[in-house]
C-alpha cells in the first residue's frame, strides 16, 4: 500500500487532547470532528489539510486518553498516514483498528509542505523534495491487512465467521 500527501509537520508530546478538543468528542458527525482537529495546536490546520495529506510529528504522539475520536478526527481530516519517532501505544491501537495507518520513523528531515511517499508494507518512506528515503517501522502483516480492509470492524467481517442469530 502506497500514499503520496503533502508533510503538516509538528513536535513531541501532541496528545490526544491537542488532536481534537474534549468539548467535541460528544459527536458522530465526522466533519464536525474534522473541522476541530488540531486546533489548539494550529487553529488553521483544518483550513490547510487536504484528502491524502501525512502528518509528521516526534516522539509520543498520541499521548493521553484512549479515546478514539483522535485518529477519527484525524482520518476525518484526510489524513492517509502519521509519521513519528514514537506513539502512545493506545493511540496506535486504536489508528489501526480504524484505518489510519502510523509509521515509527526514527530520525528524518521532512520539513512542513514536503511531499512525500510512503509505502506502509516496507516502511520506505520517500521525501520527493530532498529525494532522501527513510526506513520506518515495518508494520506487522495482519496490521496491513486491517489497513487494507480500511479498519479492524471489515477485516473481521471478512476474515473471520460469526454465529448467526
Known amino acids: 500500500m502506497k500514499l503520496k500527501g503533502k508533510a503538516h509537520v509538528y513536535g513531541d508530546n501532541i496528545d490526544t487532547d491537542r488532536i481534537i478538543p474534549g468539548k467535541y468528542t460528544k459527536t458522530l458527525d ?39 475520536q483522535a485518529p477519527l478526527a484525524l482520518k476525518s481530516a484526510g489524513i492517509s498516514v502519521v509519521i513519528a519517532h514514537s506513539f502512545a501505544r493506545i493511540f496506535f491501537r486504536n489508528a489501526i483498528n480504524i484505518g489510519l495507518p502510523l509509521v515509527e520513523l526514527k530520525e528524518y528531515a521532512i520539513n512542513n509542505g514536503d511531499n512525500l511517499e510512503i509505502d506502509i508494507t516496507t516502511g520506505i518512506i520517500v521525501n520527493l523534495e530532498s529525494n532522501l528515503n527513510y526506513q520506518g517501522a515495518k508494520m506487522p502483516e495482519v496490521m496491513v491487512k486491517i489497513l487494507n480492509e480500511n479498519g479492524l ?8 465467521s460469526y454465529p448467526t442469530a
Open 30 to 68: 465526522m466533519q464536525q470532528l474534522a473541522n476541530h482537529v488540531l486546533e489548539d495546536l494550529d487553529p488553521d490546520f483544518h483550513k490547510n489539510v487536504r484528502q491524502g495529506d501525512i502528518l509528521v510529528a516526534g516522539e509520543n504522539f498520541g499521548c493521553g486518553s484512549s479515546r478514539e
Open 153 to 160: 470492524v471489515d477485516y473481521l467481517k471478512k476474515y473471520k
